[in-house]
T-cell receptor, first 112, second 111 residues
Protein backbone atom coordinates (compact mmCIF):
# COMPACT_ATOMS: atom_id res chain seq x y z
CA UNK A 1 0.00 0.00 0.00
CA UNK A 2 1.91 3.02 -1.29
CA UNK A 3 -0.61 5.72 -0.26
CA UNK A 4 -0.08 8.89 -2.30
CA UNK A 5 2.79 8.90 -4.78
CA UNK A 6 4.02 11.98 -6.62
CA UNK A 7 6.13 11.88 -9.78
CA UNK A 8 8.69 13.36 -10.29
CA UNK A 9 10.28 14.31 -6.96
CA UNK A 10 12.53 17.00 -8.43
CA UNK A 11 12.51 18.91 -11.70
CA UNK A 12 14.22 21.94 -13.20
CA UNK A 13 12.41 23.68 -16.07
CA UNK A 14 13.33 26.55 -18.31
CA UNK A 15 10.91 29.44 -18.60
CA UNK A 16 8.26 28.63 -21.18
CA UNK A 17 8.62 24.86 -20.97
CA UNK A 18 5.69 22.67 -20.10
CA UNK A 19 5.40 19.69 -17.80
CA UNK A 20 2.92 17.46 -16.01
CA UNK A 21 3.07 16.41 -12.38
CA UNK A 22 1.44 13.09 -11.60
CA UNK A 23 -0.30 12.18 -8.37
CA UNK A 24 -1.41 8.60 -7.86
CA UNK A 25 -3.30 7.16 -4.87
CA UNK A 26 -4.16 3.55 -4.18
CA UNK A 27 -6.67 4.11 -1.36
CA UNK A 28 -9.77 4.52 -3.56
CA UNK A 29 -10.19 8.08 -2.32
CA UNK A 30 -12.77 10.34 -3.91
CA UNK A 31 -11.20 13.73 -3.24
CA UNK A 32 -7.78 14.81 -4.52
CA UNK A 33 -6.02 18.13 -4.16
CA UNK A 34 -2.99 20.00 -5.46
CA UNK A 35 -1.25 22.54 -3.22
CA UNK A 36 1.88 24.61 -3.56
CA UNK A 37 4.06 25.45 -0.59
CA UNK A 38 6.20 28.57 -0.51
CA UNK A 39 8.18 29.99 2.45
CA UNK A 40 5.94 32.01 4.74
CA UNK A 41 2.86 31.34 2.58
CA UNK A 42 1.74 28.00 3.93
CA UNK A 43 -0.06 25.54 1.67
CA UNK A 44 -2.12 27.21 -1.02
CA UNK A 45 -4.76 25.27 -2.92
CA UNK A 46 -4.28 25.24 -6.70
CA UNK A 47 -7.06 22.92 -7.93
CA UNK A 48 -9.04 20.07 -6.46
CA UNK A 49 -11.32 17.24 -7.52
CA UNK A 50 -14.26 15.73 -5.66
CA UNK A 51 -14.52 12.74 -7.96
CA UNK A 52 -13.46 11.17 -11.24
CA UNK A 53 -14.06 13.54 -14.14
CA UNK A 54 -14.56 16.61 -11.93
CA UNK A 55 -12.20 19.47 -11.12
CA UNK A 56 -12.51 22.86 -9.44
CA UNK A 57 -10.33 25.91 -8.98
CA UNK A 58 -8.66 26.71 -5.69
CA UNK A 59 -6.99 29.86 -4.39
CA UNK A 60 -4.16 30.12 -6.93
CA UNK A 61 -5.23 28.36 -10.18
CA UNK A 62 -3.73 30.71 -12.75
CA UNK A 63 -1.06 29.11 -14.93
CA UNK A 64 -2.11 25.57 -14.02
CA UNK A 65 -4.49 23.01 -15.46
CA UNK A 66 -5.63 19.68 -14.04
CA UNK A 67 -7.31 16.49 -15.13
CA UNK A 68 -8.89 13.57 -13.26
CA UNK A 69 -9.63 11.01 -15.97
CA UNK A 70 -9.09 8.09 -13.62
CA UNK A 71 -10.12 8.02 -9.98
CA UNK A 72 -6.66 7.11 -8.78
CA UNK A 73 -4.78 9.81 -10.71
CA UNK A 74 -4.78 13.59 -10.53
CA UNK A 75 -2.53 15.41 -13.01
CA UNK A 76 -1.26 18.97 -12.65
CA UNK A 77 -0.06 20.66 -15.83
CA UNK A 78 2.03 23.74 -16.40
CA UNK A 79 1.62 24.84 -20.01
CA UNK A 80 4.26 27.60 -20.01
CA UNK A 81 6.34 27.58 -16.86
CA UNK A 82 7.29 30.86 -15.18
CA UNK A 83 9.85 31.54 -12.42
CA UNK A 84 6.93 32.43 -10.11
CA UNK A 85 5.92 28.78 -10.29
CA UNK A 86 9.10 27.71 -8.53
CA UNK A 87 7.74 25.93 -5.48
CA UNK A 88 7.19 22.63 -3.71
CA UNK A 89 4.01 20.99 -4.93
CA UNK A 90 2.01 18.61 -2.75
CA UNK A 91 -0.79 16.32 -3.73
CA UNK A 92 -3.27 14.99 -1.18
CA UNK A 93 -6.26 12.66 -1.19
CA UNK A 94 -9.29 12.18 1.08
CA UNK A 95 -11.78 9.36 1.30
CA UNK A 96 -15.22 10.67 0.36
CA UNK A 97 -17.14 11.41 3.55
CA UNK A 98 -13.95 10.87 5.54
CA UNK A 99 -11.77 13.56 6.99
CA UNK A 100 -8.05 12.82 7.00
CA UNK A 101 -6.06 14.08 4.02
CA UNK A 102 -3.07 11.96 3.09
CA UNK A 103 -0.20 13.83 1.46
CA UNK A 104 2.45 12.77 -0.98
CA UNK A 105 6.14 13.49 -0.45
CA UNK A 106 6.11 16.56 -2.66
CA UNK A 107 7.66 17.66 -5.96
CA UNK A 108 10.32 20.35 -5.83
CA UNK A 109 10.08 22.37 -9.05
CA UNK A 110 12.53 25.07 -10.06
CA UNK A 111 11.85 27.28 -13.07
CA UNK A 112 14.89 29.15 -14.36
CA UNK B 1 -8.58 37.31 1.63
CA UNK B 2 -6.98 34.83 3.95
CA UNK B 3 -9.64 32.43 5.19
CA UNK B 4 -7.60 30.91 8.01
CA UNK B 5 -5.23 33.14 9.98
CA UNK B 6 -2.51 31.46 12.03
CA UNK B 7 -0.18 32.86 14.66
CA UNK B 8 2.59 33.06 15.65
CA UNK B 9 4.75 32.52 12.58
CA UNK B 10 7.51 31.02 14.71
CA UNK B 11 7.78 29.79 18.27
CA UNK B 12 10.65 28.77 20.52
CA UNK B 13 9.82 26.73 23.62
CA UNK B 14 12.02 25.07 26.20
CA UNK B 15 11.84 21.32 26.64
CA UNK B 16 9.00 20.46 28.97
CA UNK B 17 7.15 23.71 28.26
CA UNK B 18 3.76 24.31 26.67
CA UNK B 19 3.53 25.30 23.00
CA UNK B 20 0.42 27.21 21.94
CA UNK B 21 -0.53 28.01 18.34
CA UNK B 22 -3.66 29.95 17.45
CA UNK B 23 -5.91 30.11 14.42
CA UNK B 24 -8.93 32.19 13.48
CA UNK B 25 -11.45 31.80 10.66
CA UNK B 26 -14.32 33.73 9.12
CA UNK B 27 -16.35 31.18 7.18
CA UNK B 28 -19.05 29.79 9.48
CA UNK B 29 -19.70 26.98 6.98
CA UNK B 30 -16.41 25.30 7.94
CA UNK B 31 -17.21 22.02 9.67
CA UNK B 32 -13.85 20.37 10.18
CA UNK B 33 -10.71 21.80 11.78
CA UNK B 34 -7.52 19.71 11.63
CA UNK B 35 -3.94 20.40 12.62
CA UNK B 36 -1.13 19.04 10.48
CA UNK B 37 2.52 18.50 11.38
CA UNK B 38 5.28 18.70 8.81
CA UNK B 39 8.93 17.73 9.13
CA UNK B 40 11.54 19.04 6.67
CA UNK B 41 11.44 17.25 3.33
CA UNK B 42 8.18 15.49 4.14
CA UNK B 43 4.54 15.99 3.36
CA UNK B 44 2.19 17.21 6.11
CA UNK B 45 0.60 14.54 8.28
CA UNK B 46 -2.59 14.77 10.32
CA UNK B 47 -1.92 15.39 14.00
CA UNK B 48 -5.35 15.95 15.52
CA UNK B 49 -8.71 17.29 14.36
CA UNK B 50 -11.95 18.63 15.83
CA UNK B 51 -15.51 19.29 14.75
CA UNK B 52 -17.33 22.52 15.76
CA UNK B 53 -19.78 20.75 18.08
CA UNK B 54 -16.92 19.91 20.46
CA UNK B 55 -15.04 22.49 22.55
CA UNK B 56 -11.94 20.45 23.28
CA UNK B 57 -10.21 17.31 22.07
CA UNK B 58 -7.15 15.72 23.59
CA UNK B 59 -4.83 13.07 22.17
CA UNK B 60 -1.82 12.38 24.33
CA UNK B 61 0.17 15.60 24.74
CA UNK B 62 -1.80 17.39 22.01
CA UNK B 63 -5.04 19.29 22.68
CA UNK B 64 -7.29 21.34 20.43
CA UNK B 65 -9.40 24.03 22.06
CA UNK B 66 -12.28 25.31 19.94
CA UNK B 67 -14.29 28.50 20.49
CA UNK B 68 -17.16 28.57 18.01
CA UNK B 69 -18.52 31.98 19.01
CA UNK B 70 -15.11 33.60 18.64
CA UNK B 71 -14.33 31.58 15.49
CA UNK B 72 -10.99 30.58 16.93
CA UNK B 73 -9.19 27.35 17.65
CA UNK B 74 -5.81 26.56 19.09
CA UNK B 75 -3.29 23.74 19.46
CA UNK B 76 -1.64 23.11 22.80
CA UNK B 77 1.40 20.85 23.03
CA UNK B 78 2.08 19.87 26.63
CA UNK B 79 5.53 18.81 27.84
CA UNK B 80 7.06 19.88 24.51
CA UNK B 81 9.96 17.71 23.32
CA UNK B 82 12.78 18.34 20.83
CA UNK B 83 11.12 15.75 18.57
CA UNK B 84 8.10 18.07 18.33
CA UNK B 85 10.22 20.61 16.44
CA UNK B 86 8.40 20.93 13.12
CA UNK B 87 6.05 23.19 11.18
CA UNK B 88 2.43 23.10 12.27
CA UNK B 89 -0.50 24.06 10.09
CA UNK B 90 -4.07 24.64 11.10
CA UNK B 91 -6.72 24.07 8.46
CA UNK B 92 -10.45 24.20 7.89
CA UNK B 93 -12.84 22.64 5.43
CA UNK B 94 -16.36 23.23 4.26
CA UNK B 95 -18.16 20.01 3.33
CA UNK B 96 -17.70 19.08 -0.31
CA UNK B 97 -14.71 21.33 -0.84
CA UNK B 98 -11.02 21.35 -0.05
CA UNK B 99 -8.89 21.97 3.04
CA UNK B 100 -7.78 25.57 3.45
CA UNK B 101 -4.55 25.99 5.40
CA UNK B 102 -3.07 28.68 7.60
CA UNK B 103 0.41 29.95 6.82
CA UNK B 104 2.10 27.69 9.34
CA UNK B 105 4.07 27.99 12.58
CA UNK B 106 7.65 26.82 12.88
CA UNK B 107 8.15 25.34 16.34
CA UNK B 108 11.60 24.87 17.83
CA UNK B 109 11.89 23.05 21.15
CA UNK B 110 15.23 23.66 22.79
CA UNK B 111 16.82 21.02 24.95
Amino acid sequence: NAGVTQTPKFRVLKTGQSMTLLCAQDMNHEYMYWYRQDPGMGLRLIHYSVGEGTTAKGEVPDGYNVSRLKKQNFLLGLESAAPSQTSVYFCASVLGGGREAFFGQGTRLTVV
Amino acid sequence: QQQVKQSPQSLIVQKGGISIINCAYENTAFDYFPWYQQFPGKGPALLIAIRPDVSEKKEGRFTISFNKSAKQFSLHIMDSQPGDSATYFCAARQAGTALIFGKGTTLSVSS
